[in-house]
């Protein structure tokens, strides 16, 4: 087998798994703020998908700015869903759980009602293909890869730098301290929430023209969110991104050797392997 | 005293309650057939036991602090074992029942002693992501498969061996529940540090909630895979788990009684809301939502709330 092909693969897995350790940062972002596991996370990525087909496929406003009014409009959403419900329910993680459940039913319902049951085709925004060092890439995933690493960035700089970035990193820390300090809870527990979704809802708008959107669509991201965050240990945004990459490599030459089928279980193969060794994922707390 | 060891009820402890309970839910499914022989009550009657079966272990687990995501899988298991069994190995369903419920129990061992490791937040996706390997793993390799030809035909005998399975788990169950073991759980689940210091050796008692309630699933999916006749792995999804896990919280974890409540209310309520298709998840969605804000205990727990708030209110009254 060439190297060429060997490197192609684990291109094809990092393209996609970009994407997947946005959904898992949201995830993840949020259980580290207020120690809730929002099952309905897909939820919200499903919500951006369907932003994107209204905003871009339909009304056909541009690409980009599609993305950026699907960020807002989910991000909303999540702040709606964190006053309404999840406010009650901070630090109570098995209630939050058992809540969010309903959540991802009422909202996948509501999504089923509203929007219909069948799939809905997403144009692709960007057509072609590039090659350069024997390597093929199709420059709509080459655009979805880039967008995401560009806001995982952005939420990098904004948690390292902002000053509501900051007050979210103490609050994860121990939130009565950080009340002590001054901190608004109520406030960055909302905002917190609401970034949370924002980024599942980034995800889904940068997923649909991918795939197609439907009520159903969130319940393949948010797995594989869910085994990148075991794999990185909850709670911890570097940890999601090893997460993703280890992830995308085993799943991009995985899919050299058998189907997809398979390649699904091999990403559970490695959930399991990583927790016998480390049993609250490789970078989770003691 | 050892407080690890022995099933004796402890002493001065009533039994009346739970005795009566028994009675009355084996008086109910006795009465039921005698009430109506028509096919479509007696089906959802049999589902409602099946349920229960599944339920009232799952509540055993969570008895101990821990909500088990895999405990459908157990079910799936002890399915496709009987499945096999029936139709490739050619024994008697008779059989095939009890060897399937203990090889469900026995790959809990393992995938519980693995994943009882952790708690909290990581339990729930760590036993979520085994849910998953092995719905995949019947996916993959079993695409459709028979259960076995029917040694029960009409609806009336499948639901009166359903009733019988179901009657001695809830007898063993409830027996467990006001014994030691029900009193060392209950110790687990307010505090599992404290128990441990006490000398309560929680693994072994969280991992044998584990086996039991996997054994008790391995017996309800025997029973599903011979009434249903095909298995599917979506049978054994997060669809069906997420639905067990309502069951059991809205009737409440309290009390073994709970998730007899709360299958039986909101499996009626479901045929009821049948007809309004998409609308019907919307409702049970809010149901559930609206349960965990407001009686995050469950229904069980209602009535003793509302009188300690009325006396509370008497007693604040001028």
């Known amino acids: ?286 | 005293m050892e407080p690890s060891r022995g099933l004796s009820a402890p002493p001065g402890r009533a039994l009346g309650a739970p005795i009566a309970g028994l009675a009355l839910l084996a008086a109910g499914v006795v009465a039921l057939p005698q009430l109506t022989r028509d096919s479509y009550y007696l089906d959802v009657a049999t589902t409602i036991l099946m349920n229960l079966a599944l339920t009232m272990s799952l509540r055993l687990q969570v008895s101990t602090g821990q909500l088990n995501m895999a405990h459908i899988s157990f079910m799936g298991i002890g399915a496709y074992a009987s499945a096999l069994l029936v139709t490739r190995v050619g024994i008697s369903f008779w059989a095939a029942l009890p060897i399937a419920a203990v090889v469900a129990a026995l790959l809990a061992f393992p995938i519980g002693g693995l994943a009882l490791r952790v708690t909290g937040p990581y339990y729930f996706l760590i036993t979520f992501a085994f849910s998953e390997v092995v719905r995949l793993f019947f996916n993959n390799f079993f695409v459709d498969l028979f259960g076995g030809p029917l040694t029960f035909t009409t609806k009336l005998e499948l639901y009166t061996l359903m009733a019988a399975l179901l009657l001695v788990t809830a007898a063993v169950l409830v027996r467990l529940e006001h014994s030691r073991f029900g009193l060392v759980a209950s110790a687990i689940r307010q505090g599992d540090l404290l128990a441990e210091t006490l000398g309560v050796n929680v693994f072994r008692y969280k991992l044998t909630a584990y086996v039991v309630g996997s054994l008790v699933a391995g017996v309800a999916g025997a029973f599903f895979a011979h009434s249903h006749q095909v298995l599917h792995s979506s049978d054994f999804g997060l669809e069906p788990m997420v639905l067990l896990v309502v069951f059991t919280v809205i009737g409440g974890t309290g009390s073994v009684w709970g998730p007899v409540a709360g299958t039986v209310l909101m499996t009626i309520a479901g045929e009821l809301l049948r007809e309004l298709h998409h609308y019907e998840s919307l409702v049970f969605g809010v149901v559930l939502i609206l349960t965990m804000l407001w009686a995050p205990d469950g229904l069980v727990a209602l009535p003793g709330k509302l009188a300690r708030r009325r006396r509370v209110g008497v007693s604040l009254a001028p």
Request: charge should be positive; glycine fraction near 14%.
């Open chain 1, 1 to 286: 087998m060439s190297i060429d092909l060997l490197v192609q693969a684990l291109l094809n897995g990092f393209g996609l798994a970009m994407v997947y350790v946005l959904v898992a940062l949201g995830l993840t972002l949020i259980f580290s703020i207020l120690e809730i596991i929002n099952f309905a996370h897909g939820e919200f990525y499903m919500l951006g998908g369907y932003v994107t087909y209204y905003v871009f496929a339909v009304f056909g406003l541009n690409y980009f700015a599609t993305l950026g009014f699907a960020i807002l409009a989910v991000g909303l959403a999540g702040v709606v869903a964190e006053r309404l419900i999840f406010r009650y329910l901070r630090g109570k993680t098995l209630n939050a759980f058992i809540v969010s459940l309903g959540l991802l039913w009422v909202m996948q319902a509501s999504a089923q009602l509203s929007f219909g049951v069948l799939d809905k085709p997403v144009p692709s925004a960007f057509s072609g293909i590039v090659r350069a060092f024997g390597l093929v890439i199709s420059v709509e995933r080459l655009v979805v890869s880039l967008s995401a690493i560009v806001l995982i960035a952005a939420l990098y700089l904004f948690l390292r730098w902002s000053r509501p970035g900051r007050a979210m990193r103490a609050m994860a820390q121990d939130a009565d301290a950080a009340a002590l300090q001054g901190v608004d809870i109520e406030l960055v527990s909302a905002l917190g929430f609401g970034i949370g979704c924002a980024l599942a809802g980034g995800a889904g708008g940068l997923l649909a023209p991918v795939f197609a959107v439907s009520p159903a669509m969130g319940a393949l991201p948010v797995v594989k969110a869910f085994i990148i965050i075991i794999i990185g240990g909850m709670g911890s945004l570097p940890g999601a991104v090893v997460g993703g990459l280890l992830l995308g490599s085993v799943e991009g030459l995985g899919s050299l050797f058998m189907g997809s089928a398979a390649v699904n279980v091999l990403g559970f193969l490695v959930v399991i392997l990583v927790l016998l060794v480390r049993p609250r994922g490789l970078f989770g707390g003691a």
